[in-house]
């Protein structure tokens, strides 16, 4: 499920969320009131791995207008606990949608890359041929392994689409020391994840394939039972107004 203000300014914030319930739940415990649009689906448990479809891991992208309301965490539920990153879009390839509503579009990645870290959100959508699909789905699981062991990587996770009517792309959420770790594996040293990009570029694996770049500013909560995984590296304290 997604919602989205069109003709509205592209949100001047993104938030990654990631709800994690002690009993199934069919569907996500959480909607982010305020958002200028939002879209959720089953999460992996804090590893670079297909979701596993039980309802128990939930994870919500988020766009904002309003700073106050995107630094808010979910609020405290029986049974359920989060993990809430702050992002600021950087740049992105390509033109962001979200169940074809919500929009980003910002420009291309800055001369001089920013201090700190910085999150990829990746989108893809469904392809419909079968075959084409699956041959993405395996390049996909194989640059999912790779990333494990690359330089500079801190934390990946992966969002599929809740089983409904209204299914929207396959999101992944990667944290990384700075922008030049990640471009550095992207582009140079991960062969899996470049073969697949020339790969999409050339043959269109999937209807569409984008990312967004984007600058973490601060983080809470806990992931997977252990200590927030980006404490140590965000900017808290340092949000800009």
Same mark, same amino acid.
């Given at each position: 499920?997604?919602?989205?203000?069109?003709?509205?300014?592209?949100?001047?914030?993104?938030?990654?969320?990631?709800?994690?319930?002690?009993?199934?739940?069919?569907?996500?415990?959480?909607?982010?009131?305020?958002?200028?649009?939002?879209?959720?689906?089953?999460?992996?448990?804090?590893?670079?791995?297909?979701?596993?479809?039980?309802?128990?891991?939930?994870?919500?992208?988020?766009?904002?207008?309003?700073?106050?309301?995107?630094?808010?965490?979910?609020?405290?539920?029986?049974?359920?606990?989060?993990?809430?990153?702050?992002?600021?879009?950087?740049?992105?390839?390509?033109? *962001?949608? $979200?169940?074809?509503? =919500?929009? !980003?579009?910002?420009?291309?990645? #800055?001369?001089? &890359?920013?201090?700190? /870290?910085?999150?990829?959100?990746?989108?893809?959508?469904?392809?419909?041929?079968?075959?084409?699909?699956?041959?993405?789905?395996?390049?996909?699981?194989?640059?999912?392994?790779?990333?494990?062991?690359?330089?500079?990587?801190?934390?990946?996770?992966?969002?599929?689409?809740?089983?409904?009517?209204?299914?929207?792309?396959?999101?992944?959420?990667?944290?990384?020391?700075?922008?030049?770790?990640?471009?550095?594996?992207?582009?140079?040293?991960?062969?899996?994840?470049?073969?697949?990009?020339?790969?999409?570029?050339?043959?269109?694996?999937?209807?569409?394939?984008?990312?967004?770049?984007? *600058?973490? $500013?601060?983080?809470? =909560?806990? !992931?997977?039972?252990?200590?927030? #995984?980006?404490? &140590?590296?965000?900017? /808290?304290?340092?949000?800009?107004?």
């Amino acid at each position: 499920m997604a919602t989205s203000c069109l003709g509205a300014p592209a949100p001047r914030w993104v938030t990654w969320t990631v709800l994690e319930s002690t009993a199934p739940k069919g569907l996500c415990p959480w909607t982010p009131s305020g958002a200028a649009w939002w879209t959720s689906g089953h999460s992996s448990p804090g590893t670079p791995q297909a979701p596993v479809d039980e309802g128990r891991w939930w994870s919500v992208l988020a766009g904002w207008h309003d700073l106050h309301h995107a630094q808010a965490s979910p609020p405290s539920a029986a049974g359920v606990t989060s993990w809430h990153v702050l992002l600021q879009p950087m740049s992105v390839h390509g033109d *962001v949608r $979200l169940g074809g509503r =919500g929009r !980003l579009l910002v420009g291309p990645d #800055p001369d001089v &890359a920013p201090p700190g /870290a910085v999150a990829a959100i990746t989108v893809a959508g469904a392809s419909r041929d079968e075959s084409r699909q699956r041959e993405f789905v395996r390049r996909f699981m194989h640059a999912s392994r790779d990333v494990r062991e690359a330089t500079g990587h801190v934390m990946s996770m992966v969002q599929a689409p809740a089983v409904d009517p209204d299914a929207g792309p396959v999101l992944t959420f990667s944290v990384w020391q700075d922008l030049n770790a990640l471009r550095d594996w992207a582009y140079v040293r991960s062969r899996p994840h470049s073969s697949a990009v020339t790969r999409q570029r050339e043959h269109q694996l999937v209807e569409y394939s984008r990312s967004l770049r984007c *600058v973490v $500013l601060a983080s809470n =909560g806990t !992931l997977a039972g252990r200590a927030n #995984p980006l404490a &140590a590296l965000t900017l /808290a304290g340092q949000l800009p107004g």
